[in-house]
């Protein structure tokens, strides 16, 4: 079916193309009879703005990007994304997804030769990462969730290593220990220091992180063979956390008797096993619209302050208790 244009719109509401037009776009020099009969016969036929046509007069793509270096993209991430369709779908303003594993670099090349995208959204960002030193370089708008030399949206980690280390504290344990992603993340780096404050204000006796790479499940068996061993996990993620509790169950260690388990992300994930996972929640879906929120007006001309996101909330279950005696 082909799509209606101002010209089939002009033809039938009997006026010039440039009438049409200026009608359309809500300018002057037509009176409000002529324009409210034009927007009824485009609504008959179907009319809709060209995005295309738009970009082209406007200078701008209309879309937005995000590129992922990994094949897959975890619940975790797709909550994200949902919070950042919140913001722009709403606005007409596409998200172009690209997994690139291997050519992230190459990808804003080519987006911003192309002029494929107005600004982008960068996550997962790294201690040295790359990628801040060349959209600085090309002048592409971005926002960063994790702190950067770019606008920013950050999770506020110390709360949520308080809250975890906190609940563990006054349930008993003297002894604990983290299991975190990637030591080359700053969310990795700022958990890691926020957990071992949280520790130290607290008076544990140990407490100790490892990283799960490249094997989060031989991190746990480590760690629960060690002696004396620690009484409770904080595991950065909720697949971790499930892990942990693999792993427990093999070596013949109950949950939470004589192991608490404690998950830093909350998801439908940790309501599948007995126990279910106590997490510490923070809301994905308006932490993603707030940084889509942030990147729009940086597209808008404003100058947007760096924000800390939160704060999280702790939800018990049935993973954690007090430790043995």
Partial sequence: MRRPTIHDIARRAGVAKSTVSFALNGQPGVSESTRRRILGVADELGWR????????????????????????????????VAGF?????????????????????????SWWHQRRVDGVLVVDVRVSDPRIALLGELGLPAVTLGRSALPSVSLDAETAMRTAVGHLARLGHRRI????????????????????????AMAMESAVCVTAEPDAAEAVRR???????????????DVMALGALGVAAQLGIRVPGELSVLAGEDSPLC??????????????HSYGAAAAETLRCLLA??????????????????????PVS
């Fill in 223 to 237: 760690l629960l063979a060690a002696r004396p061993r620690p009484t409770a996990l904080v595991c950065d993620t």
């Fill in 49 to 80: 703005p060209s995005s295309v046509a738009r970009s082209l007069s406007s200078a701008q793509a209309g879309a937005v990007g995000l590129v992922l270096a990994c094949e897959t993209a975890d619940p975790a991430l797709m909550r994200l």
């Fill in 301 to 322: 001309g404003d100058r947007p302050q760096d924000r800390t996101f939160g704060p999280p909330c702790l939800v018990e279950r049935g993973s954690t208790g007090p």
């Fill in 271 to 284: 309501l599948l096993p007995h126990p279910a996972l106590t997490a510490v929640r923070v809301d994905l």
């Fill in 85 to 109: 369709e919140s913001v722009f779908g709403p606005r007409e303003v596409g998200l172009l997804l690209q997994f690139a594993p291997r050519t992230e670099l190459a990808v804003y090349h």
């Fill in 177 to 200: 220990a983290r299991i975190g992603r990637s030591p080359e993340l700053v969310h990795t780096a700022e958990h890691t220091a926020a957990f071992l404050d949280a520790a130290r």
